[in-house]
């Protein structure tokens, strides 16, 4: 019988060999992925858990949700919203403050929706400055935001599974249950509203025992269908390719997939764990990642395999 310091001796150096093997792959995957998809532009100064990447077309800017230092739970007032260019320059790191652990964002007339633990956040986009807060006092965990083409804000509350909507002023449920797979991204598109499940049977650490699926819910007639044709990952960000299709990421593997019109997905990168809420520009195939865990905003060139 081995004594008790070599008994921790031994576990310290298996628990070392395998976080160093786990790095070792990581850093395997990120290098292959650069390789087949070139990196554009990336930006690291001023990034702290970056979360949301998105394009407002109307204002030309790129905007980025950063939790910060307290993690994605912690009521702490560290949060920002940077902006950037479409090429990667910061034009303001914290253009907007005051927010806890802010994640999705999507703009609609002008103005900036931002999710942000319990409540909704609408940011005036030529002020800069905050315009109104929705308090749900219900919600678990807000995460992912959407605009439909009335103006209708979805937020999907991810630990509820459940999607609220702000409607013409007024919160209220627009879909919820098992069914949803604890929705974690939103986008709406074409009438629909589109999921990306993070999976059933949620567990404390976030873990699921059953991966989600990208769910499809029709706006008018609340009509759900799955578009995935088997389970696909911890889905975060949705955006279309332009051609049918979806590119969507997957936070707890790092993947980076494309799900084609038949809901068949296709791993095209593997990075370390927190691939996050996505920018997708289908007209120059650039995809613009936050990696969360890493502290990173990186824009790829998809072209070579989204022509």
């Known amino acids: 019988m081995r004594s008790l310091p070599q008994a921790l001796l031994i576990t310290a150096t298996l628990l070392l060999t395998v976080s160093s093997s786990a790095v070792a ?51 702490d007032g560290d949060g920002w919203i940077s902006k950037l260019t479409i090429d990667g320059k910061v034009v303001k790191n914290k253009w907007v403050t005051g927010f806890n652990a802010p994640k999705g964002l999507r703009s609609y007339g002008g103005k900036l929706w931002i999710s942000d633990i319990d409540r909704v956040i609408c940011v005036d986009i030529a002020a800069a400055k905050i315009d109104k807060v929705y308090e749900i006092k219900e919600a678990k965990f807000l995460n992912d935001l959407a605009c439909g083409s009335d103006g209708t804000v979805y937020v999907s509350d991810m630990a509820a599974s459940r999607v609220y909507q702000i409607q013409k002023g007024k919160v209220s449920v627009f879909a919820e249950g098992e069914d949803l797979e604890h929705p974690n991204g939103l986008l709406a598109h074409g ?23 990208l769910i499809e819910i029709d706006i008018v007639t609340k009509k759900l269908k799955v578009i995935s044709s088997k389970p696909t990952g911890n889905l975060d960000g949705v955006e279309v390719d332009g051609k049918g299709g979806f590119v969507v990421t997957d936070w707890r593997a790092g993947k980076v997939l494309h799900i084609d019109a038949k809901g068949d997905a296709t791993v095209l990168m593997e990075l370390p764990r927190g691939s996050a809420d996505h920018a997708y520009l289908a007209d120059r195939h650039l995809l613009i990642l936050p990696r969360m865990l890493e502290n990173k905003l990186t824009a790829f060139d998809l072209s070579t395999a989204l022509k």
């Open 25 to 75: 792959e990581d850093t395997k995957n990120e290098k292959t992925a650069k390789q087949k998809f070139p990196v554009v532009w990336e930006v690291t100064d001023g990034i702290q858990a970056p979360e949301s990447a998105y394009y407002d077309a109307k204002s030309g800017s790129l905007f980025l949700s950063q939790i910060g230092a307290g993690g994605g739970k912690k009521k």
């Open 191 to 213: 009438g629909k509203l589109y999921l990306g499940g993070w999976g059933r049977e949620l567990q404390a650490d976030f873990s699921t025992n059953i991966p989600g699926r």
